[in-house]
């Protein structure tokens, strides 16, 4: 199934009862921001996901800032929005799907493949002029249980080592001065895992926000992946978030299903006797 939908597919859909769509809209620097934004404007129809309390649960001493929720209470929250399994789920972010394929690959994860991201987000639903609303939308409960657990999708920090030295291929979503470890305002140390190479996600995006097209994101990814196979490439960030936005181009291009070391940056400093390096070598 295609994992992007272009807003005149969504704008077709809106009074279809089998469409879900979810506003993803967050900023890490601002929590509240997503819901303030969405409570002024948002697609009809659509309800909010809140990346903290939603896509993630409460941290332990040991997980990064997002670790993923228990798939069970995960589905119990689908539930709250309409979500069934014979929805087709739509998820969008202001533009980029950063966020929003953070949703995309966790509804994959357990096992729903009617999902997709609208490609380029809210920006370019409001560049096509397209309605939004404040209202919020009226749905019955939803009724959701995971198909299936891909297990297999994810790895730990001491797997990531092993996959390392195993010769597999770790690609760092986050932007080149996060990972050159020259700047990060968001976690409370520098640098990179060693080893990880820097494929910043906007570097799969084209100059009007939306994903490029397949041939152009096999390229991009190619030249990344060094002729690994998907299974064998492995996405981390700062958290966990938009390492999805690289498995979303790796699928888009059709290269397969790549895999998440949830914990990303912010679990791997959590331990000190983890090596760290800056610059730009991985």
Same mark, same amino acid.
């Given at each position: 199934? $295609?994992?992007?939908?272009? %807003? ?7 009074? $279809? ?5 979810? *506003? ?37 001493? /040991? *997980? ?24 087709? %789920? %739509? ?21 729903? /493949?009617?999902? #997709? ?39 730990? #920090?001491?797997?990531?080592? /092993?996959?390392?030295?195993?010769? *597999? ?54 030249? #990344? ?6 299974? $064998?490439?492995? #996405? ?14 790796? $699928? ?31």
């Amino acid at each position: 199934m $295609n994992a992007l939908l272009e %807003v005149d597919e969504l704008a077709g859909a809106l009074a $279809n009862p089998r469409f879900v769509t979810i *506003d993803c809209r967050f900023d890490l620097l601002d929590p509240g921001a997503g819901a303030r934004h969405y409570a002024k404007a948002h697609i009809p129809g659509a309800r909010y996901a809140n990346l903290d309390r939603n896509l993630a649960r409460e941290p332990d001493a /040991e *997980d990064g800032r997002h670790p993923l929720p228990n798939p069970d209470d995960f589905a119990a929250w689908l539930e709250t929005l309409g979500v069934s399994n014979s929805s087709f %789920v %739509v998820v969008y972010d202001e533009g980029p799907g950063a966020i929003a394929a953070r949703l995309w690959w966790m509804l994959r994860w357990v096992g729903h /493949e009617r999902v #997709a991201v609208l490609n380029g987000g809210l920006a370019r639903w409001r560049a096509n002029g397209l309605p939004l609303t404040h209202e919020l939308p009226q749905f019955e409960r939803g009724s959701f249980s995971p198909v299936r657990i891909n297990a297999g999708w994810t790895v730990s #920090a001491a797997e990531l080592e /092993e996959r390392l030295e195993a010769g *597999d291929v770790v690609l760092d979503a986050r932007a080149a001065p996060r990972y050159r470890g020259e700047q990060e305002q968001i976690d409370p140390v520098a640098g990179h895992v060693p080893g990880a190479s820097n494929l910043p996600f906007s570097e799969c995006l084209g100059d009007d926000g939306r994903l490029l097209a397949p041939r152009e994101l096999t390229t991009v990814l190619a030249n #990344a992946m060094r002729g690994t196979e998907a299974r $064998n490439v492995i #996405a981390m960030c700062g958290s966990g978030v938009t390492a999805c936005h690289l498995l979303l181009a790796i $699928n888009s291009a059709g290269l397969g299903d790549g895999r998440l070391y949830v914990g990303s940056w912010s679990e791997w400093i959590r331990d000190p006797g983890r090596r760290i390096a800056t610059g730009s070598e991985a």
